[in-house]
């Protein structure tokens, strides 16, 4: 989260990232005072970078819509504020919170809250940028599930044999799906790609939202995990979609969520297992133990975002 100064000639704070005065090639100033308002917020996110958001009558429902429909899209939320009680809701509005804060310079007492704010954020966020947690799930059951559209992600570089990304049909329960890495005798290796699976799937993003296999294009950032759960972030190239035999694969992790991934039915496609080698999904078998990512999301207007969420 960053700090923005609201007109001047010099920063009034160290903390200050930003001078706003008053228009900028980047960014697109909305008052947000009502649904027409805010249906043209909406409609720039994804075409500029930045969104400046003024409420004339501070309400948290329009700006919770803004941020959740701007996860992902590459076009960042400012909030412009001017009391200390409409901080905490701006800064943790659906637990993101906005990428920014406009601040008056004059106001001692907001930029100080405001600078506390935004050192424990920006501390947490580090903390988390660059490991996922992953935990042991155990195969519960694999059975056929028929023809569909099934995804590979064809990458702009190549993967290291450990890697692959979580993907999985609920986003609360993502299993680490292994790159193609690794030479077959049937087929070469294509070191750039991951046979994500079923197009419905959820895949995590390189900013640890997550998105439907349905909603990428080439030019996304991809989330890329190893075993260890380090995370790198990589561009997608482009998507191959076909019509494939699908296996549906169910597992429990150790903490007791159920978890389901629809992979196609080929010996290329493998998942991790808790000792860090890999297992095709036409060699699995039940009581198999597999690495997945838990970690409950909530969802906003059809939105993936980090929160507590029940999803079956």
Known sequence: MELWQDSGAEPSRDSCSRIWKGSAPDVAEVNLDDAVSQKEAISLIGMIPWILVRCSDWTMIPLENLISYSSGSGTKIVAAISDIVELNGAAFALEHGVDALLLPPQNVDLWEEAEIIFSNKNSVNKANETVVRLSPAKILSINSSGI????????????????????????????????????????????????????????LMADKSTKYLSEL????????????????????????????????????????????????????????????????????????????????????????????????
């Open 148 to 203: 569909g559209e099934r995804v590979c992600i064809d990458l702009i570089e190549r993967l290291e044999i450990g890697e692959g990304m979580v993907i999985g049909s609920t986003s609360s329960s993502l299993a680490l799906v292994h790159g193609e890495t690794i030479e077959s005798e049937y087929v070469p290796s294509r070191p750039f790609r991951v046979n994500a699976g079923s197009i419905h799937s959820y895949v």
């Open 217 to 312: 294009s080439a030019g996304d950032e991809v989330a890329i995990i190893s075993y260890s759960g380090k995370i790198r972030k990589s561009i997608i190239g482009r998507l191959k979609i076909e019509k494939r035999p699908f296996l549906i694969i169910r597992f429990k992790s150790k903490s007791g969520e159920d978890g389901q991934i629809i992979l196609q039915q080929a010996e290329t496609v493998r998942l991790v297992d808790t000792s860090g080698g890999v297992i095709s999904v036409t060699d699995l078998e039940i009581d198999d133990e597999i690495i997945v990512r838990i970690e409950n999301q909530m969802r906003h207007i059809g939105k993936s975002l980090d929160g507590e969420m029940n999803e079956k």
